[in-house]
């Protein structure tokens, strides 16, 4: 009988890239985790892993039985649910790693009336990088992502994942204020604040300047969104900027009629396929929903 220990040691080499990552987010020996799917090799029978570079990849076979994996993974995860079920209230602890914005203007608001109303039901929040929470999800670290979504970029993956949208925050483009615009030509020249260039973020809102025939001159970049707020409010930068970011600074910034009004990201809530029905993973979406809905919207 396979061990499902090593199984899912396997799987962690597969979502982090190599045994070294794998071996750090586990908190585990790289020889450690080498001698284990070692053994998971023998009891296979087959090669799981082979050299690439300086590191290791999956092979054909490993990654089929990777894909095995998420299927007992999900049937565990459902079992799971289904107990909890058993219980008049959600109980338990929840782990929520959710993105920045969401996590001031949102989660506080949630977790106070999950305190409230469920006395036995220990919600513990993380501040992480939608990209980073994701893989701790799948890796069990954590119980629920809450993370945005921008239109044409990759969203979480569908392996592993049961993904709920709680709803939409509208992004308006903004420049520089005091400063006055004749012809669209002159925002070709314009200095932007963007997010990590490789963040999801920032691939929409270069194809949204490079659709309106615009490349757009990157000189800041973070991923603190109040940091490029305040940089287009000293008319250092242009900026999209999500409407949650504006109404908790309380600004004044007026989106520019150049840049298009239409675009918004999407708030998601993620769990590990299997545990959707899991009453309390089920209160804490609910909760969520409750707290974003209820936030002023910006007209």
């Not at 909890?84 to 782990?95: L, M, Y």
């Amino acid at each position: 009988m396979l061990d499902l220990h090593r199984l899912t040691l396997l799987r962690e080499v597969k979502l982090h890239g190599s045994m070294s990552a794998a071996a750090r987010e586990l908190a585990y020996s790289h020889s450690a985790i080498s001698q284990q799917l070692g053994l998971l090799e023998k009891e296979t029978g087959v090669i799981l892993l082979e050299k690439a570079g300086r590191g290791v990849k999956l092979t054909p076979a490993g990654e089929e039985l990777v894909r095995n994996t998420e299927a007992i993974l999900a049937a565990m995860e459902r079992a799971e649910a289904d107990l909890a079920t058993s219980h008049q209230r959600p109980q338990g602890v929840v782990t929520i790693a959710a993105f920045t914005t969401i996590s001031r203007s949102v989660m506080p608001a949630a977790v106070a009336e999950l305190a409230r109303n469920f006395p036995h039901l220990d919600v513990r929040l993380r501040r992480e990088d939608p990209e980073f929470a994701v893989t701790q999800l799948l890796s069990r670290q954590v119980d629920a992502v809450v993370t945005d979504s921008f239109p044409g970029t990759p969203g979480a993956p569908s392996g592993g994942i049961s993904t709920t949208v709680i709803g939409q925050d509208p992004v308006r483009g903004y420049l520089p204020p005091g400063r006055t615009f004749e012809n669209f030509d002159q925002l070709r020249n314009l200095r932007w604040v963007l997010e990590p260039l490789a963040s999801a973020s920032s691939q929409w809102a270069l194809r949204v300047c490079r659709e309106l025939g615009i490349e757009p001159i990157v000189a800041h970049v973070s991923s603190d969104l109040l940091f490029h707020l305040r940089m287009v409010e000293q008319g250092l930068a242009a900026a999209f900027l999500p409407d949650m970011v504006v109404q908790e600074a309380g600004s004044n910034l007026i989106p520019s009629p150049w840049l298009p009004a239409d675009q918004h990201r999407s708030i998601q809530y993620l769990v590990r396929s299997g545990a959707e029905r899991s009453p309390a993973l089920l209160a804490v979406r609910d909760a969520i929903v409750r707290a974003f809905q209820s936030r002023p919207s910006r007209k």
